[in-house]
């Protein structure tokens, strides 16, 4: 109920901020509701863990205030009884959760991005990945000074080619772009240096149409790459990027990693969120939600500044997102007892 009272709060604010630029980008309907259909499935997947603590400190308030609670463990019911539905319901969001994560959030990530980039920086600013160097495999190298995901195009172009410790041939190009029609790359201005019993050839083309041993998702950006595959395409992806040395480990980790650490997150929280409601309040429901939002807000602020951490420096991924909900999980288990004495 949270969720659906939200979103939609949530799709207004977006709209009118973004109408115009759809409007002057000529975006068709079709794609503007797509778009919000994954917006709504984006930030939901985000957000589901504070909607839920949101929603049972509103609950059990209002049980509270009725002193319902009171009733419940003066009849001998144990507090521990008393948690069990709040349990239930949350391991049923949980699990929903954890299939949004693996497998809706991807999905819709992808669209929420491309039509973004399509439409709502189209002709003002360019996407751009700089300095794209991969090892491709134990072979092969490729470097491009700049990569344009939308229109899939490169500059400065070159691929490489070791047998052993001995280049065979070096190729140049002043730009590829990638033909989706028969998933080949056209080169314009090729040369080709190749190495042979120690005689140099060269080859030259205006331009060439060729087939290259590695996909255009090696050039995506780095900002939404790990956002866009479902769990099992991800630990493929990001075993694939440590046999080439990615320097970006440690952004795609955090984000497999928080496929897991969400759910849990939604036991604790509501966990801490029954603990601080379930006591009847002299400010009645009001001060058990400003005390809800303040943690909500600590939560946050942790989840994000240890996220930037591991994705912008050598920080362990798995401390990174976990230690949030280690130092929630104390604070639940020191809340729960409290609120059983």
Known sequence: MMLLLFIPIGITVNLAEKIGKIIENDAPLGAV?????????????????????????????????????????????????????????????????????????????????????????????????????????????????????????????????????????????????????????????????????????????RRKNIDLPFEIDDLTPVQYAAETKSYWELLDFIAAEKRRGSPNIGRYEVVKLRKWSLPVSIFILTIIAVAVSSVKRRGGMGVNLAFGISIAMVYVFFDKIFGVMAEQSNFPPFIAVWFPNIIFGIVAIFLLQKAKR
Do not use: C
């Open 33 to 205: 509701i797509i778009y919000y259909v994954d917006f709504t499935v984006y930030f939901a997947n985000l957000l589901f863990p504070l909607f839920l603590f949101l929603s049972v400190i509103w609950f059990t308030s209002k049980l509270a205030n009725n002193t319902e609670i009171v009733a419940f463990l003066s009849s001998g019911v144990s507090f521990s009884r008393f948690l069990r539905p709040y349990l239930i319901g949350a391991t049923i969001v949980a699990a929903f959760a954890l299939f949004l994560g693996m497998y809706l959030a991807p999905i819709a990530s992808k669209g929420f991005n491309e039509f973004k980039f399509e439409y709502l920086k189209k002709g003002k600013k360019v996407q751009q990945t700089r300095d794209v160097y991969q090892q491709i495999n134990d072979n092969d190298y490729i470097y491009v000074s700049n990569f344009i995901p939308e229109r899939k195009v490169g500059m400065s172009f070159t691929y490489e080619h070791f047998e052993g410790n001995e280049l065979k041939y070096k190729i140049f190009a002043e730009n590829i772009r990638y033909n989706e029609d028969d998933s080949t790359y056209m080169l314009s201005t090729y040369i080709k240096r190749s190495f042979e019993n120690g005689i140099e050839t060269i080859e030259t083309e």
